[in-house]
């Protein structure tokens, strides 16, 4: 069983930048993917970015590429996402989440372990 908590939200104002966590626990697997969603009030839970644990391949959403980077540090079991250019639409609970790596995992559906989430805020 993994554990996931997130931290590192905010209230930020529209360009700016901030830095999200997910610490990791219990037992992990090397060939975990871990990857970042967000939820809205009232939309969808969406897919950001995700990242293999060991081999640190990332893939984005067209909507964050260029502006977000997904990143970890195996050391510290911990995955980041470091968000740059942030816009008031960014505007969510961020969830971080880990499955078994398999292809270019973008789906709710395909992810067996969840955190907590953590509120992101942009003002314009």
């Known amino acids: 069983q993994v554990q996931l908590v997130e931290s590192g939200g905010g209230l930020v104002q529209a360009g700016g930048s901030l830095r999200l966590s997910c610490a990791a626990s219990?037992?992990?697997?090397?060939?975990?993917?871990i990857g970042w969603f967000r939820q809205a009030p009232g939309k969808e839970r969406e897919f950001v970015a995700h990242i293999t644990w060991s081999g640190a391949n990332t893939y984005y959403a067209d909507s964050v590429k260029g502006r977000f980077t997904i990143s970890r540090d195996n050391a510290k079991n911990t995955v980041f996402l470091q968000m740059n250019s942030l816009k008031p639409e960014d505007t969510a609970i961020y969830y971080c989440?880990?499955?078994?790596?398999?292809?270019?995992?973008?789906?709710?559906?395909?992810?067996?372990?969840w955190g907590q989430g953590t509120q992101v805020t942009v003002a314009s």
């Open positions: 219990g037992r992990t697997f090397s060939d975990y993917t």
């Open positions: 989440a880990g499955v078994v790596a398999r292809w270019r995992p973008t789906e709710v559906r395909e992810y067996d372990y």
